[in-house]
């Protein structure tokens, strides 16, 4: 019997491998270096060889440029905003500016007009939210106007304002309510921490507003936004991404339970 010699190419098993191979090798690459990088949504590669190299992980030309986003981030300073300490003269100027408010947000601060209440709110958060509008950071036809004409220490004495001003009455809330499990423990598989690790009383992350006793309507309506998109002033993209990973059910739940409490 004639021995066929294993590493030939007329061996007929042996050169369907090599192109097997050579074929999944190409595939993989043009997948990998080209493909992909493209399909990214953020790209803006100039062109093939810039698309190898970036996946590649060597440095193009291009990459001392800082990378600025298509759209105005937040440039709100909330770490200067004071806590609790706010000058008597700042909550009495911030009465008088916030007449105009009343209309919407109701003149205890308390919104009959699903308008977010702002009485007890963070000064913090009043205070990033009005500069991202005046910025155009967050967007809205109602409330971009009236941050617009808005100076530095208008925004500081209204949220310093507001701030003072006590919260929902205790009672105006249904009793033992318990929270559901997206709000209690988050969903860890999916990158979701508990909603009170950053949104709570004592574990408040600096800007992130309380959410107690806000419409339903509202939180609903701004996570939505945060899941297509059309609000992205949160830094880094906190409250996108958890939205994002939620599901329209979750989303109802939580905008309930805390339309339920204060
Ligand atoms: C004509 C109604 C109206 C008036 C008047 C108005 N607002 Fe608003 N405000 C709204 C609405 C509606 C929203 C929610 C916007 C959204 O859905 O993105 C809002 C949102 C806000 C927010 C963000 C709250 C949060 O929890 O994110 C702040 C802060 C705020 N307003 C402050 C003010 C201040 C201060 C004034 C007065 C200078 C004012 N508003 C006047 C309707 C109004
Ligand atoms: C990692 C911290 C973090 C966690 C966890 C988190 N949030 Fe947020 N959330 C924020 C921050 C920060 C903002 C303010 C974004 C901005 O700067 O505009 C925010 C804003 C919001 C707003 C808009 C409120 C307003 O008045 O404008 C809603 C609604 C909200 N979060 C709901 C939730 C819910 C529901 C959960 C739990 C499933 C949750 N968040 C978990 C950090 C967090």
Redesign the pocket.
């Known amino acids: 019997m004639r021995q066929e010699k294993l590493f030939s190419f007329a061996n007929r098993w042996f050169s369907t491998s090599v192109g097997v191979t050579l074929a999944i090798f190409l595939f993989s690459a043009i997948m990998g270096f080209v493909v992909l990088p493209y399909a990214e949504p953020d790209s803006r590669l100039a062109g093939i060889w810039e698309s190898i190299c970036n996946a590649a992980g060597f440095p193009t030309s291009r990459s001392d440029e800082p990378i600025t986003p298509a759209f105005t981030v937040s440039t709100a300073d909330v770490g200067s905003v004071a806590e609790h300490d706010a000058p008597a003269t700042s909550v009495g100027r911030g009465a008088t500016?916030?007449q105009?408010?009343?209309?919407?947000?109701g003149p205890t601060g308390i919104?009959r007009?699903?308008?977010?209440?702002?009485a007890g709110?963070y000064a913090a958060?009043?205070y990033k939210?009005?500069h991202d509008?005046k910025s155009g950071a967050?967007?809205?036809a109602?409330?971009t106007p009236?941050?617009l004409n808005?100076t530095e220490r208008?925004?500081r004495d209204?949220?310093a304002y507001?701030a003072y001003l006590p919260r929902l009455p205790e009672g105006s809330s249904t009793p033992n309510e318990v929270a559901p499990a997206i709000v209690a423990s988050g969903a860890p598989m999916r990158g979701i921490a508990p909603c009170g690790s950053c949104h709570g009383d004592i574990e408040n992350k600096l800007g992130s507003?309380w959410l107690g006793g806000?419409s339903a309507v509202?939180i609903k309506?701004?996570l939505m936004?945060f899941r297509n998109g059309t609000?992205k002033n949160d830094t880094s993209q906190q409250m996108r991404n958890i939205a994002r990973a939620m599901t329209l059910e979750e989303i109802d739940t939580a905008a309930n339970f805390f339309a339920s409490i204060q």
Not at 100 to 105: D, F, P
Request: charged content about 10%; proline content about 5%.
């Open positions: 500016l916030a105009q408010c009343a209309i919407c947000h919104s007009a699903d308008s977010p209440n702002l709110q958060a009043i939210q009005l509008f967050r967007t809205n109602v409330m009236f941050a808005m208008d925004m209204l949220a507001y507003p806000q509202y309506s701004q936004s609000r």
